[in-house]
Nanobody, 123 residues
Framework: VQLQASGGGLVQAGGSLRLSCAAS????????MGWFRQAPGKEREFVAGINWRGGDADTADSVKGRFAISRDSAKNTVFLQMNSLKPEDTAAYYC?????????????????WGQGTQVTVSS
């Protein structure tokens, strides 16, 4: 499975971006999907996750109320809507497909990674 992420860019603080991640095919285990991010010199951290059927989703406390994850299972695509962006949101954002149908906040549970898409928020 290949994950192709897009939608990153440069935006001013308070602005919005929408990331997309398309999977090359549906995985045999109906994986949960999610987003992680990694800023220079920092560890990769969980941003948002959504279960296979989309009925359960969650975001990290640092982005709660500003970011929202959604998916179109028929199109094997997951989205991350990012509003009210802050300079501290600047990072490379990675799409993830989990080992199982339920997401977790641990990168250890991720089976497939997409390439990073850079998000830069200027003050």
């Amino acid at each position: 499975v290949q994950l192709q992420a897009s939608g990153g860019g440069l935006v001013q603080a308070g602005g919005s971006l929408r990331l997309s991640c398309a999977a090359s095919r549906r995985t045999s285990s109906n994986n949960a999907m999610g987003w992680f991010r990694q800023a220079p010199g920092k560890e990769r951290e969980f941003v948002a996750g959504i279960n296979w059927r989309g009925g359960d989703a969650d975001t990290a406390d640092s982005v709660k109320g500003r970011f929202a994850i959604s998916r179109d299972s028929a199109k094997n695509t997951v989205f991350l809507q990012m509003n009210s962006l802050k300079p501290e949101d600047t990072a490379a954002y990675y799409c993830a497909a989990y080992l199982r149908s339920h997401f977790s906040r641990s990168a250890v549970d991720v089976r497939y990674w997409g390439q990073g898409t850079q998000v830069t928020v200027s003050s």
